[in-house]
């Protein structure tokens, strides 16, 4: 009974009509499947270097089923980035962020929101781009060579792998810096604690 009745406020404090927003757990799907992808393809690039180490540890493994594991798991990145990028943009129209407040790079919320959003398109267009690369690489221009991928296009994984970075930067200062969609930092600006705010539930019941 407790339960139900803390779960309605927990999901009106962060600002958002569900209990547990969205785009922040798609975002590491991205993150995942694409790093990954770029992985698995750089140690299959580099797979003659690394057979005797495959040997010795009795790892039954080809480069051939290297670059699978590399190709799957970046369209899956492409196309789980669509609904990442599209549940940020929900979420940050939700947002209600404090206005007098800087983040560690000296910008301040609607700053930070707009650039998280552009970069958030930015990088669902490279991911896509990449992907496309990748295929043409793996069914048409590298089909019959042992290096499935270009040297180029790992370079530009690796490329990617910074701009992820500064951009996942930019959304940690929104939450830990300017509590959006956080739930303790809502209740703590509306001048009562989670806990109290329990208190006042157990109160009643």
């Known amino acids: ?30 993150l995942g499947l694409f790093i990954l992808a770029i992985a698995f393809d750089i140690v299959a ?8 180490i495959f040997k010795f540890l009795a790892i039954p493994v080809q480069s051939s089923n290297l670059y699978d594991v590399g190709w799957f798991n970046l369209v899956a990145a492409a196309i789980i980035t669509f609904f990442t990028v599209a549940a940020g943009f929900y979420e940050i129209i939700l947002a209600e962020p404090p206005m007098d407040m800087v983040s560690p790079w000296g910008l301040g919320a609607m700053d930070t929101m707009i650039w998280h959003g552009v970069g958030g398109v930015v990088l669902l267009g490279l991911i896509v781009g990449m992907t496309i690369w990748r295929g043409f690489q ?4 590298r089909e019959d060579r042992a ?7 790992l370079l530009a994984g690796l490329g990617i792998f ?4 500064a951009h996942g930067t930019l ?31 157990l109160i009643k019941h």
């Open 171 to 201: 959304g940690a200062h929104l939450a830990a810096d300017f509590g959006v969609h956080i739930t303790a930092d809502r209740l703590l600006r509306e001048g009562l604690t989670p806990n109290a705010q329990l208190l006042n539930i």
């Open 147 to 153: 290096r499935q991928v270009q040297w180029s296009y």
């Open 45 to 52: 690039a580099l797979y003659p270097l690394e057979t005797p």
């Open 1 to 30: 009974m407790v339960l139900s009745s803390l779960a309605p406020l927990l999901a009106a404090a962060n600002g958002l009509p569900y209990r547990i927003p969205i785009h922040p757990n798609l975002v590491h799907l991205t």
């Open 162 to 165: 910074v701009l992820m970075f």
């Open 138 to 141: 793996r069914y048409v221009w």
